[in-house]
């Protein structure tokens, strides 16, 4: 058990760099810019294979030092979408299962931002209002050119976060 106050560290070793990360006794990642805890940003689907994992791993590679981020589903798949595996590692170098996997909702710490990726299957309830719709649709059984626009949009919206 550790005692208020105190930071543990992390370290976390990326495909090209090493970060260290600090945590408060409740296991919150702090940043460095404030001192405080970051915000919790959870991607939200019905399955968690797609349009979640992209936009975690987007937001982990464009923002991570910003706000610590989540994506999961009220279902699982057994592996994340190929396509957008595929498509995520042409476009930025990321292999998104090295270090993601489909997760439920009860897997995740409580989200301080909520976002949904879009309700055309469906919107899961996860125990609080969505603090954002991002409206994407599924680009799952579509062309290249389908998941590039969605990747893109949510490329976007991460940046305004």
């Known amino acids: 058990m550790v005692a208020p106050g105190i930071v543990l560290f992390d370290d976390v070793d990326a495909e090209h760099w090493t970060k260290r990360i600090i945590r408060n006794s409740n296991r919150e990642i702090i940043t460095s810019q404030t001192g405080e805890a970051m915000r919790k940003v959870a991607f939200i689907c019905v399955h968690n294979s797609c349009r979640s994992q992209i936009a975690e791993a987007l937001g982990k590679h464009l923002r991570g030092t910003d706000f610590d981020f989540y994506s999961a589903g009220v279902e699982t798949k057994p592996q994340i979408n190929q396509d957008a595996v595929r498509l995520m590692r042409e476009l930025y170098g990321i292999d998104m299962e090295k270090t993601q996997y489909s997760k439920l909702i009860?897997?995740?710490?409580?989200?301080?931002?909520?976002?949904?990726?879009?309700?055309?299957?469906?919107?899961?309830?996860?125990?609080?209002?969505?603090d954002d719709n991002w409206n994407l649709s599924d680009p799952t059984g579509q062309n290249d050119e389908a998941f590039i626009t969605v990747i893109r949009h949510i490329e976007e919206n991460i940046m305004k976060l």
């Open 106 to 130: 009860s897997d995740i710490p409580k989200p301080d931002i909520a976002i949904s990726m879009g309700c055309d299957v469906g919107c899961p309830y996860i125990g609080k209002a969505f």
